[in-house]
């Protein structure tokens, strides 16, 4: 029940009990909170109204704090409440006063709690609730500042006096989270993170004098203002720099990304500096912030590593270089593309893992990788697809089904821009289309070398196609990647790139589909029950996932306070038999190919896939949501249980 419809159905009541008030331990359960409490004693609520609001709340289906009931039925406004802990601050625990405002559920704080308890650092409250986005940091700051009755400022780096900043150097700022903003008469204000910390008091008093004015500051503006100082501090070496500043400082931003295991590097000049962000578990992490001025000068040092014309920078460019590092040789692809505040750069690093990964080891559910090998891979001829986005690990894949093919009795031969992993045995062809080593080119000879199998790193356009469907034909193994978004989708576009059906139906063996999900982190996760809302946009109810184990982590220091920490693969897999060639044969939908599918090959669609995996607590339903397509609803648990051979 809504409480505009709960309001409608007692608003009658309030009248009657506008002359008989309750008291205020005669509330029982529902009854008055510290905060509530607070507002009554300075005249800012009457217990009446108060009694009339535990009324409403007791009769609304989902809980809520009292004193939210309150301010909607408009008793009292957020400004009032401020005003009345502003005149007399209240004696409560931040967390408790966070909830009782509205700005976190009780859950949160439970949750928060927790992992507390756990961790040995003994963070504050407000801290872990930040870290793990369950609060705003600005709300969580304005409530501090008004819980001690402190003013809240957000300190900027054109406004802070420069002579009081300059008394010590950039990293004590670092270390005390504090800033001086400026001399009020004999008193100096002083901005703090954390307003309780007596230490950081000692510290500011050494510095700038006992006559202390305190007042509250988010962490991460201290940090801005701090990272301002520092790029201008920056700003006066590149003003003089030489071509060794600029070699390490690339150097050192690529050695970063391969110690976070980043797979790129987003290289990005915004209107007052330059940002650099890494691709970690395929979600972009802020890295560090330089001076506008250092823009330039990067991207013409990785021109030169790539050698490509470091003097146009009106057009678009590309390249490839090699990266010697103590652990060994990285090969890196450049895009220099051009934007109003200059060249960003994407650095995409190859072979992180030269070691291959065998096709047990990626993912695949243990009966649909039997079939897979069975009815597919050891096949002695036809077109296998991987398909997914870019990123989605369709190299890998590939590579692992090479793997598993390879022999001495056998010739593998490929055509891959760029060659990803070496192999021995295999004959490797990295297509360069500056000497005139096209995919077109390369493909025209690659029959002529007496292959068993044919690796095309991509089919993208009708000649590749085509090709792969040619060379299937004529007796070889053909193994190809495809940018669509699920198996039945790579049927379909190889229809629509006029390739003939009776070639696509004779020739296509299989089709896997795959994406990378972020896999939850093993040191900080435990279970967790989904969110109705949740539970409905994936197209199940509580009912659906009685029994299922799911799991959630809150962040911690193995994994950036993130939650997850490394990846792992969901698959869609089709192989094709009798009815669904003929269904290619009639051109028939995207929606009746897939229906055909699942009803004759026992297809797991990719959202079937993530859901066993998030059942399993290896990742989360939002990751799922946020990953893969939803074409249709997932099928019970215990059936999809089932097709993988496994049960609850």
Avoid at 38 to 52: A, N, P, V
Wanted: aromatic letters at 6%; glycine letters at 6%; a neutral charge.
């Amino acid at each position: 029940m809504s409480i505009s419809l709960v309001m409608t159905t007692a608003m009658n009541n309030y009248s009657a009990s506008a002359e008989a008030p309750i008291g205020l331990k005669e509330s029982g359960a529902h009854g008055p909170t510290d905060l509530v409490d607070h507002l009554l004693k300075c005249g800012s609520l009457t217990d009446k109204q108060i009694e009339y609001a535990r009324r409403v709340q007791s009769k609304l289906e989902a809980p809520r704090p009292l004193l939210q009931v309150i301010k909607e039925l408009k008793f009292i406004t957020d400004e009032q409440i401020k005003a009345a802990i502003r005149k007399k601050p209240v004696s409560m625990r931040i967390g408790g006063l966070l909830v009782e405002m509205g700005h976190i559920q009780a859950s949160d704080l439970r949750r928060a709690l927790a992992i507390q308890k756990e961790e040995k650092s003994r963070r504050k409250i407000g801290e872990i609730l930040v870290d793990n986005q369950l609060i705003e940091e600005q709300v969580l700051v304005e409530t501090l500042s008004l819980q001690h009755g402190l003013p809240y400022i957000e300190p900027e780096w054109s406004t802070i006096d420069r002579k009081l900043f300059a008394r010590v150097p950039l990293k004590w700022y670092e270390k005390h989270l504090l800033l001086p903003i400026r001399a009020d008469g004999v008193k100096t204000v002083v901005a703090f993170a954390d307003p309780l910390n007596q230490d950081e008091h000692q510290a500011a008093r050494q510095v700038f004098g006992d006559n202390i004015l305190p007042v509250v500051a988010c962490k991460s503006a201290i940090m801005e203002v701090v990272a301002k100082a520092q790029r201008g501090e920056m700003k006066k070496q590149v003003s003089a720099m030489d071509e060794q500043f600029i070699v390490r400082l690339v150097d050192d931003i690529i050695l970063a990304a391969i110690h976070r295991d980043a797979s790129d590097i987003h290289i990005e000049p915004l209107n007052d500096h330059l940002r650099v962000r890494f691709r970690q578990d395929g979600v972009l992490i802020h890295f560090e912030d330089f001076p506008a001025e250092t823009a330039p000068a990067i991207a013409s040092r990785i021109k030169v590593l790539c050698e490509v014309d470091i003097t146009e920078k009106r057009r678009h460019q590309g390249g490839r270089f090699f990266f010697e590092h103590p652990d060994g040789q990285l090969d890196l692809r450049a895009s220099f593309y051009v934007t109003v505040h200059g060249e960003k750069v994407v650095l995409r690093l190859l072979n992180r893992h030269s070691q291959l990964r065998k096709i047990e080891d990626i993912g695949l559910p243990d009966r649909i990788l039997q079939r897979f090998l069975e009815e597919a891979l050891d096949l002695p001829s036809g077109v296998l697809l991987v398909t997914g986005p870019t990123g989605s690990g369709k190299t890998t894949t590939v590579y692992s089904c090479l793997h598993h093919i390879l022999n001495p009795q056998m010739s593998i031969i490929t055509a891959e821009e760029p060659v990803e992993y070496v192999i021995d045995g295999i004959s490797q062809c990295s297509i360069n289309p500056k000497i005139g080593l096209t995919y077109e080119e390369t493909l025209r000879h690659i029959l002529r070398q007496d292959p068993d199998v044919i690796v095309i790193g991509e089919i993208r356009d009708n000649f590749s196609a085509e090709v792969a469907v040619q060379a299937a034909l004529t007796g070889h193994k053909v193994l190809t990647t495809f940018h669509t978004e699920d198996c039945v989708g790579g049927l379909i576009r190889l229809l629509n790139m006029n390739i003939e059906a009776f070639m696509i139906a004779s020739t296509v063996v299989s089709v896997i589909s795959q994406r990378l999900l972020r896999r939850l982190c093993p040191f900080c996760n435990q279970p967790f029950k989904p969110e109705f809302r949740v539970l409905q946009r994936v197209g199940y109810t509580p009912k659906d996932i009685a029994g299922a184990r799911f799991r959630k982590a809150f962040g911690c220091a193995n994994c950036q306070h993130s939650g997850y920490k490394g990846r792992v693969g969901i698959f869609e897999l089709l192989i094709m038999d009798e009815l669904v060639r003929d269904a290619v044969l009639e051109r028939r939908t995207s929606k009746e190919l897939r229906q055909i599918s699942i009803a004759s090959t026992g297809l797991l669609t990719l959202i079937e896939d993530g859901i066993v995996k998030a059942v399993d607590g290896i990742t989360t339903l939002d990751e799922l949501l946020r990953s893969l397509p939803r074409l249709q609803n997932p099928r019970p648990i215990p059936e999809l249980r089932r097709l993988i051979g496994d049960s609850l």
